[in-house]
């Protein structure tokens, strides 16, 4: 079960980079399992951690983060390389059920 985002006093979210690391990785979790859904929502709550990170942070904290802004990046590289091939995947199934679908009613007709 993923961890909700710590709470400030304001009940506003705080997220710091190693929670939005933590959700690039279990991103990645998820789409190695093919939980598409589940990986638009981590998505999302990164994106909003974020968004609260940078708006937050010093120029000389993002600067100090870049290696783990590297990390996460790479890991979506992964992300991105899964969601292609069960996008790929999910093409050649439909594309062989309609192939069966067709075969069916073209064996109805002169069966």
Known sequence: MERQPMMQRSGEPRYNLDRL???????????????????????????????????????QQKMQVMT??????????????????????TGDALRTHDQGRRACTAYGRYG
């Open 21 to 59: 690391l933590q959700l690039t990785q279990a991103m990645l979790a998820e789409a190695e399992s093919g939980d598409w859904d589940r990986v638009d929502a981590l998505e999302q709550q990164r994106q909003q951690g974020l968004e609260h990170f940078m708006e937050r942070s010093s120029d």
């Open 68 to 89: 783990q802004l590297r990390t996460m990046l790479a890991l979506d590289q992964t992300i991105v390389a899964l969601a292609e091939a069960a996008r790929s995947e």
